[in-house]
């Protein structure tokens, strides 16, 4: 972490910046509709995934276990972005 603090931000990647405080990451931009692949996902779940494909650097899904998997949603969100890509 101290060769990340002090490295230059110039050379960091805008992800590394914003995890080190460093910068702020870019607003969330409304997707246009998302065609889900699995269609046994509840509303909650979809917002979730669409609310991490809407996220241009980082986004985190927090929920209690069983109910936002975070395993699941990485392999939704993964496959949804391939789709929407």
Do not use: W, Y
Not at 5 to 30: F, M, N, W, Y
Not at 51 to 69: D, K, M
């Amino acid at each position: 972490m101290t060769l990340l603090r002090d490295t230059d931000a110039a050379k960091l990647s805008p992800l590394s910046k914003i995890l080190l405080g460093q910068a702020a990451p870019t607003l969330v931009t409304e997707l246009e509709q998302v065609k889900f692949f699995d269609e046994t996902l509840n509303d909650s779940q979809k917002e979730a995934v669409q609310f991490s494909l809407s996220a241009p650097e980082i986004a985190l899904i927090h929920g209690p276990p069983g109910v936002t998997p975070a395993c699941h949603h990485s392999n939704k969100i993964d496959r949804e972005n391939v789709h929407t890509n």
